[in-house]
């Protein structure tokens, strides 16, 4: 995974890329619950679940431009199918509040 910063509508995250299929297969599965501000982006990813979590989260689905195109909270053992237009899933705290039509864009952070 690589880090990246989504930025847009107002708000800045911080984001582990998942860079390859099982990357994008495992998710946030064994990991804990993200950190306000941060989350997971899924390229390529158009649907997901949360079968195996313990909390509940976020998801948006982005189009091509990174443009929100949907928005919901997923409990513990849900699935999501895809969504028209998406091309991308984004996995976020429950309550990040992500809305439709938000659109980001992505850099990588500053060398430190």
């Known amino acids: 995974m690589i880090e990246a910063i989504l930025e847009g509508g107002g708000r800045t995250l911080t984001v ?4 390859t299929p099982a990357e994008r297969l495992r998710g946030l ?3 804990p619950p993200p950190h306000p501000g941060t989350g997971l982006l899924l390229p390529g990813a158009t649907s997901v679940h949360t079968v195996g979590l313990r909390f509940p989260i976020e998801v948006a689905w982005l189009d ?3 443009r929100v195109v949907a ?3 997923l409990r513990p053992g849900r699935v999501a199918l895809p969504r028209r237009g998406a091309r991308h899933v984004l996995e976020c705290p429950a309550g990040t509040g992500l809305r439709e039509g938000e659109r980001f864009s992505l ?3 500053a060398a430190r």
Do not use: I, K, M, Y
């Open 71 to 73: 928005v919901r909270t």
């Open 16 to 19: 582990d890329v998942a860079t």
């Open 107 to 109: 850099r990588r952070p």
């Open 64 to 66: 091509g431009e990174l």
């Open 29 to 31: 599965l064994a990991r």
